[in-house]
């Protein structure tokens, strides 16, 4: 996958997804309805990503999930902004009080390509989904945006 946003998505577009996973955080506290979102549609795959700045300059994610396959994008934005801050297992739900340090992200992902080896990929440029199965041969995967290899010193 690449990180390059699909051509009819602009970063306004961006821009207002992430502050519409804002909306949707907000409604769900307050038990409001959730505004519009303000943003182009389309489908693509996706991913919203929570990021908690600690005061000190640096941040923790707090929830990243998204879909691989297309999805439409305010349906997707919506679902998987809420997933993301209240269902991801490796982390307790956001709470109110920890809105005003978040930071989010969201991912269209576009280009998806097999690789012809384990080095056939760029740091920074690409993403990866890896399959493998455990002790029991149950399949597992575990899937990478493409910045989060650079952001981990990779």
């Not at 690789?115 to 760029?122: C, I, Q």
């Not at 002790?135 to 995967?141: A, F, H, M, T, V």
Request: glycine share 8%; with cysteine.
């Amino acid at each position: 996958m690449s990180k390059h946003e699909p051509s009819n998505i602009t970063d306004k577009d961006i821009e207002e997804a992430c502050r519409f996973c804002f909306d949707v955080l907000l409604s769900r506290f307050c038990r409001t309805p959730c505004p519009l979102p303000r943003f182009r549609n389309g489908e693509f795959p996706l991913f919203v990503t929570w990021n908690k700045f600690d005061g000190k300059g640096n941040s923790n994610l707090r929830g990243c999930i998204g879909n691989l396959s297309p999805i439409g994008l305010h349906d997707g934005v919506k679902k998987y902004a809420a997933v993301s801050a209240f269902e991801d297992r490796r982390f307790s739900p956001i709470s109110a009080d920890e809105v005003p340090m978040l930071e989010c992200s969201v991912t269209f992902l576009s280009n998806f390509e097999e690789a012809a080896n384990y080095v056939d990929w760029e740091i920074g440029k690409h993403g990866m989904i890896i399959n493998f199965s455990d002790d029991r041969g149950s399949p597992l995967s575990a899937t990478y945006l493409p910045y989060v290899c650079s952001e981990q010193g990779w």
